[in-house]
């Protein structure tokens, strides 16, 4: 069984939002999962009962100043989900750190365009979500986007 650990904002000191995680936890977790994560399409190892895919939403900075270190010492991989809209505002990455994270074998996915409800939005606002932000990723990594994480957890038909 493949389980997703979804992490959303690291802090050093102080826990800002219910979502944050202190380093020291971020620290704890992966040396416990470090031995059963997968990376992103991998299948899982049969001698497994739980599989680890590890993924960041939002695309905030620590996942680069703190995770990005942490993972390249313990040589793990993580999936992070990015909000083109969000990019360069005051604590989130740049489009040079997303690329950097790709460049250092994350993988890279969409969170959609503006980090909207997609199922309270038009059908052509949620494609519009969904293919502007993959076109915006795609030309900035240079590399194919294969992957979606629904803002607020919220899907639908």
Excluded at 41 to 51: F, I, K, P, Y
Excluded at 94 to 111: F, R
Aim: contains cysteine; aromatic residues 10%.
């Amino acid at each position: 069984m493949n389980v997703a650990l979804t992490i959303h904002r690291i802090q050093k000191d102080n826990i800002i939002d219910y979502e944050d995680i202190s380093t020291s936890l971020f620290s704890f977790l992966i040396n416990r999962i470090k031995k059963s994560c997968i990376a992103f399409g991998e299948q899982n190892n049969l001698n497994q009962d739980v599989s680890w895919v590890l993924t960041f939403d939002d695309g905030f900075s620590s996942d680069y100043e703190i995770a990005l270190p942490l993972l390249m010492e313990k040589e793990m991989q993580a999936l992070f989900f990015i909000v083109p809209s969000y990019v360069g505002r005051p604590n989130y990455l740049t489009w040079k750190q997303i690329k950097s994270l790709s460049d250092n074998g994350m993988e890279i996915g969409s969170h959609s365009l503006n980090h909207v409800d997609m199922v309270s939005v038009s059908k052509l606002q949620r494609m519009s979500e969904l293919n502007d932000s993959r076109k915006i990723i795609e030309d900035q990594i240079s590399k194919s986007i294969r992957s979606f994480s629904f803002p607020f957890g919220q899907f639908n038909n």
